[in-house]
């Protein structure tokens, strides 16, 4: 792939080999991760705003006409946010909270898509309030909730079905959101009797479908077959349907794995919706921020075991999730380059009182002592987002390297923070 695209007259430069060693400390972009920790401490999280933006650009490069809107729960820092919309994406909400993130950031109301399987009252009258562009609803009851809110507030919403296709994706049964059992999405038979019912309602503008079968999806096969079982209802309304909202799921290679690229996504939709005239839309997070982030950590301790050792840091499943609930795999990297080729079987776990809290076991790592900082990455989504508290630990800071400098996007919680909310 060029690292040069042209997108709308500009031209973007993609960061080649944006972590790296120089002079035997690891950087990202143009700033050395062991300055951040130095002034910010350990655990933390560090984030590149030109690879999340190269990330989203190499996406619009492989959908040119379609409209991109970045998922906010991969990641939802509010100058993340904002340096995303500013080139160009909207953005893809799951709850009020979410839209109001993005409404702070400088997004356009319009430009965000209001998604989720349980929206409250309160969210669906806040979305309303504030003008949003679309409604992916789930369920019947949900649109006949929809409905009667907006005649109420005398809000015309455009609205998009979002169809259960029953396909399978080919990913974690955890990340998998199209098959029959999911909890999410309306059956087949069910889209066609609400279409039947809705789509000449005064209330509504029904006029589009949306899909979604899961996210890391491992083959691009799954995704067209997901497709095809809706064609028909698109179809069976061409003059009111022009709107196909395909979902995000792109899949990232956390450890090199072979992963289908967005352009093979983008060839096997193309052929498949060939004849159509559709506006596209795609709702991609983890394709666009998980590998421009780190989570830094600090080695407390170094313990003996059976097969090799034990390498205890100060952050665990508080701040990265992941590995604990999907048991995902996120490489480690030492941030001081090793000088032997001397490597030991690790087991790099975190600081917290359960079994599960390890973030990457059976890694093979130079020999580490206590103070050496380690980068986990691939920690850009899902990590601060799905962060806790528990064990009364303060949330991490949060970075932003743009270019050649940094800044602080998020403070580092204190244990005030901790109770702050709270009553005795």
Partial sequence: ????????GKLHVEPQNFIAYRDGQLYMDGVSLAEIA?????????????RALANFWRLQGAFPSAEIHYSLKANANLALIGALAQAGAGMDAVSGGE????????????????????KTISDLAYALDTGIGWFNVESASELARLVEMARNKGKRPRVALRIN????????????????????????????????EYISSPDIDLSGLHIHIGSQLGTVQRTVEGVQAILPLIDAYPEQLLTLNLGGGFPVSYTGEPVPAADAFATALHRCLA???LRLLLEPGRYIVADAGVLLVSVEYVKPAPDGVIVVVDGGMTELIRPALYGAIHNVLPVREARTATRATSH??????????VLRADIALPPLQVGELLAVL????????????????????????????????????TWDDLIRLEVQ
């Fill in 1 to 8: 792939m060029t690292p040069f695209k042209r997108i709308e």
């Fill in 38 to 50: 130095t002034q910010m401490g350990t655990p933390c999280y560090v984030y590149s705003r030109d």
């Fill in 99 to 118: 839209i109001f993130r993005a409404v702070r950031a400088g997004v356009d109301p319009s430009r965000i898509v209001f998604a989720g399987v349980g």
């Fill in 165 to 196: 296709p029953d396909v399978q994706a080919d990913t974690h049964h955890y990340i998998a959101t199209g098959h029959a059992r999911a909890k999410f999405g309306i059956s087949l038979s069910e889209a066609q009797l609400l279409l039947n």
């Fill in 275 to 277: 004849g159509r005239s």
């Fill in 348 to 357: 790099v776990v975190g600081p917290i009182c359960e079994s599960a809290d």
């Fill in 378 to 413: 691939h920690a850009g989504a899902y990590g601060a987002v799905m962060g806790s508290t528990y064990n009364a630990r303060p949330r991490p800071p949060e970075i932003l390297i743009e270019g050649e400098h940094w800044r602080m996007v998020r403070r580092r919680e």
